[in-house]
């Protein structure tokens, strides 16, 4: 059975810097490109990063690029997401998806085959 865990949401100020985690099981990791979504209440999910199976190539949304960081750890089989300079309209609940490799890296929730619970991050302004 396939399970995503994130952790490490919570409440910041704007200016500042959150991690978020996510911790997978029941799958071989190291096959799997990995991404991070993100949803704001009324709002649909969309796409912040992601990365290859291999740590090699990362995409970002342009509103985030400069400011978060995409990493992953594939022998532990966690996957990160670093965020700095927060900003309010980054609030969300913050989810992490696992994509069987393929040519391409995901940018659409329809693409991610497994999903975590999610993580509610609150930047206060």
């Known amino acids: 059975q396939v399970q995503l865990v994130e952790s490490g949401g919570g409440l910041v100020q704007a200016g500042g810097s959150l991690r978020v985690s996510c911790a997978a099981s029941g799958l071989t990791f190291s096959w799997f490109s990995m991404g991070w979504f993100r949803q704001a209440p009324g709002k649909e999910r969309e796409f912040v990063a992601t990365?290859?199976?291999?740590?090699?190539?990362?995409d970002y949304r342009d509103s985030v690029k400069g400011r978060f960081t995409i990493s992953r750890d594939n022998a532990k089989n966690l996957v990160y997401l670093q965020m700095n300079s927060l900003k309010a309209e980054d609030t969300a609940v913050y989810y992490c998806?696992?994509?069987?490799?393929?040519?391409?890296?995901?940018?659409?929730?329809?693409?991610?085959?497994?999903w975590g619970q999610g993580a509610l991050v609150t930047v206060s302004s």
């Open positions: 990365i290859s199976s291999n740590g090699e190539y990362t």
């Open positions: 998806g696992a994509r069987y490799t393929r040519a391409t890296l995901g940018l659409r929730t329809p693409e991610y085959d497994y």
